[in-house]
């Protein structure tokens, strides 16, 4: 897609990452900022992105989890 492209993207984007899955959180960051993140609370009117960094998880947990989760929803 490329970082030129994230910014026209309109609709809210939900970032999820485990804390220890690999990723590199601070390309994450930057990927949050060109979606509107990333601004002082109470200062700016709150972005429609959000970045979660989830503790104590790993990729493969991760989505275990988020599968199980929404499963669970469907039920």
């Known amino acids: 897609m490329g970082d030129d492209n994230i910014p026209k ?3 809210p984007v939900l970032i999820i990452s485990g804390d220890n899955d690999g990723m590199d ?3 994450l960051a930057k990927k949050y ?5 990333g601004v002082a609370a109470g ?3 709150m972005p429609k992105s959000h970045l979660a960094i989830v503790p104590n ?3 493969v947990g991760l989505m275990t989890q988020t ?3 929404y499963w669970i929803f469907l039920e």
């Open 33 to 37: 900022k060109l979606l509107g993140g």
């Open 67 to 69: 599968i199980f989760g």
């Open 57 to 59: 998880q790993d990729h």
């Open 43 to 45: 200062m700016q009117p």
């Open 25 to 27: 959180k601070i390309e």
């Open 9 to 11: 993207i309109t609709a």
